[in-house]
């Protein structure tokens, strides 16, 4: 039996932008036309810091700027499996101070929205199609602590 195997890693950090109890999320369209209500963030290139990849994919996403970045919690390991997408996954979460004007240049970004904690979990979507990361509640986990004031600094995926 072959215990080892080779994953693609997938690194990537999200923001926590917060005013007055309010958290700003971004809608994006599926491929199934569905929207999709995420933390502004993505994927961090070859070489580049998650905090890094925060801070640009916060730009594109929303026209803020971010600065002051702060660790809040990092989400790890094998994700997807089974799927076309399996992968070995770094998620970091942080939180930051902002400015400027919401103002989104990434096309794939249909909104920006201030959702009130209470209102966060229910955008949550989870469910098919089972190869999207964004729809495992894994993923939503350090969201859901992070509004309620409980969250850890590490979750093993």
Not at 70 to 96: D, I, M, P
Not at 101 to 123: A, H, I, S
Request: glycine share 8%; hydrophobic share 40%.
């Amino acid at each position: 039996m072959n215990l080892s195997r080779t994953l693609p890693i997938k690194r990537a950090a999200h923001v926590y932008l917060v005013r007055d109890r309010h958290l700003l999320l971004v809608e994006e369209r599926m491929d199934d036309g569905s929207i999709f209500y995420g933390l502004p963030g993505g994927k961090a290139n070859p070489g580049e810091t998650l905090a890094d990849a925060a801070a640009r994919q916060v730009l594109v996403e929303t026209g803020l700027t971010v600065s002051n970045l702060q660790f809040v919690s990092l989400l790890e390991g094998e994700l997807l499996t089974g799927t076309r997408n399996e992968c070995y996954a770094n998620f970091a979460r942080f939180t930051a101070q902002f400015h400027g004007e919401l103002d989104p240049t990434d096309p794939e970004v249909v909104g920006v929205k201030w959702v009130p904690f209470e209102q966060t979990e229910g955008l949550m979507r989870y469910g098919p199609p089972p190869e999207c990361e964004e729809r495992n509640p894994l993923i939503w986990l350090p969201t859901r602590d992070f509004v309620a004031g409980t969250p850890r600094a590490y979750y093993p995926i």
